[in-house]
């Protein structure tokens, strides 16, 4: 099983700032097959990044996915107030057997 | 535009068996895709529990394995999740979703990520 180890576990940022969050896999991901998600309180998760870099309909281009192999980054290139949330990785490339992290809370400072 | 929507009852007792439908509208599935379930503990991240094709075949989390049963209803359109033998730990925010898999402008019939996800339901186990 691929284990996902998501840093750090809370991020404090201002609105405007830039946000940096880190996924990485216990082994080599397959075909960067792996998806950032979005969820807010009270609401179910929502697809941001999929393939490691391809953004998901409708998803603003402030976000943006890259990484290979075991380390994978979300960054938020400006912060927007609707932006602080949890966020969650999610490998796929050794299906049938996927995971998720663990999740990283952006908070406002 | 695709939605999915979980029901079912939201108090289960512990022993029992916790049995919720996914409802999809908007979207045939029949179609190539792979629907799965997730869950959510209050307060704690997301963990996988299994997903079904529309055929039937399906694959579950090793950890739940021996508890769960997926099963499709085409006519429907929907599909379903049961889970044996509830204690407290299975207490969650149980969510549906499509899942999807494209790459290179193609999509295919294999497990990947999920989206649409269904506004998910919460079921307490409890006496």
């Known amino acids: 099983e691929i284990v996902l180890t998501q840093s750090p576990g809370t991020l404090s940022l201002s609105p405007g700032e830039r946000a940096t969050l880190s996924c990485r896999a216990s082994?080599?991901?397959?075909?960067?097959?792996l998806a950032w998600y979005q969820q807010k309180p009270g609401q179910a998760p929502r697809l941001l990044i999929y393939g490691a870099s391809s953004r998901a309909t409708g998803i603003p281009d402030r976000f943006s996915g890259s990484g290979s192999g075991t380390d994978f980054t979300l960054t938020i290139s400006r912060l927007e107030p609707e932006d602080f949330a949890v966020y969650y990785c999610?490998?796929?490339?050794?299906?049938?057997?996927?995971?998720f992290g663990q999740g990283t809370r952006l908070e406002i400072k | 535009q695709v939605q999915l929507q979980e029901s079912g009852p939201g108090l289960v007792k512990p022993s029992d068996t916790l049995s919720l439908t996914c409802a999809v509208s908007g979207y045939s599935i029949s179609s190539s895709n792979w629907w799965g379930w997730i869950r959510q503990p209050p307060g704690k991240g997301l963990e996988w529990i299994g997903y079904?094709?529309?055929?039937?075949?399906?694959y579950y989390n090793p950890s739940l394995k021996s508890r769960v049963t997926m099963s499709v209803d085409t006519s429907k359109n929907q599909f379903s999740l049961k889970l044996s033998s509830v204690t407290a730990v299975d207490t969650a925010v149980y969510y549906c979703?499509?899942?999807?898999?494209?790459?290179?402008?193609?999509?295919?019939?294999?497990?990947?990520?999920?989206?649409?996800w269904g506004q998910g339901t919460l079921v307490t186990v409890s006496s």
């Open positions: 079904i094709y529309y055929s039937g075949s399906t």
């Open positions: 082994q080599s991901v397959s075909s960067s097959y």
């Open positions: 999610q490998q796929y490339g050794s299906s049938p057997q996927i995971t």
């Open positions: 979703a499509r899942m999807l898999h494209c790459s290179g402008g193609s999509c295919y019939p294999r497990p990947g990520w999920f989206d649409p």
